[in-house]
């Protein structure tokens, strides 16, 4: 069966029918699910979201073709056990940024640029990201990020140090921000 697998895989990678394939990995924040297009990374899933539901989602949004596929996922994998190991700071890996658009896309590209280890405010990143008075729609580009961790939300605070909400979970993105020692 696995052979069976391996090969239908390769079959629609090497005919283009393929395209969102996926794989979980487990973190000390709980099972991730990865999905990622030819284009690079899309989407990361904490358990609390259902992963069937975000699967299912994306094919809604954006193509019912998703495989399990974990190979094409392999550096990804290795990047965030890399993080979560303490020996990455940055994640190097290319983004497929489909599903987000406009100013929460500008949120999303100015998140790497928060050093490891720091953290901003969400009214800091409204500004860094030219829309001063944005402080909430900082709040709900961060909310629906949909690379968590890899794009580090995490590191967006209240502006009294408090950390705020997060899709993980509260214990996630206190355990993320220990692990950075934020």
Request: glycine content about 6%; overall charge neutral.
């Amino acid at each position: 069966m696995q052979r069976l697998h391996e090969r239908l895989t390769a079959a629609a990678a090497e005919q283009h029918t393929l395209d969102i394939a996926y794989r979980t990995v487990d973190s000390p924040i709980g099972k991730l699910l990865l999905a990622a297009t030819e284009r690079g990374i899309l989407r990361v899933a904490f358990e609390v979201e259902n992963h069937d539901a975000v699967l299912q989602l994306l094919a809604e949004k954006l193509s019912p073709r998703i495989l399990f596929a974990p190979d094409r996922l392999d550096p990804a994998a290795r990047e965030l056990d890399e993080y979560f190991a303490g020996t990455r700071r940055e994640f190097d890996l290319p983004v497929d940024f489909s599903l987000s658009r406009g100013f929460r896309l500008s949120v999303l590209e100015h998140l790497p640029r928060i050093a490891y280890g720091h953290t901003e405010s969400y009214a800091q990143v409204a500004l860094a990201t030219g829309s001063p008075r944005a402080v909430r729609a900082v709040g709900t580009a961060c909310a629906t990020n949909p690379l968590p961790v890899i794009l580090p939300c995490h590191r967006v605070v209240k502006s009294d140090g408090s950390f705020g909400s997060y899709l993980g979970g509260t214990e996630a993105k206190r355990a993320l921000l220990a692990l950075e020692a934020a």
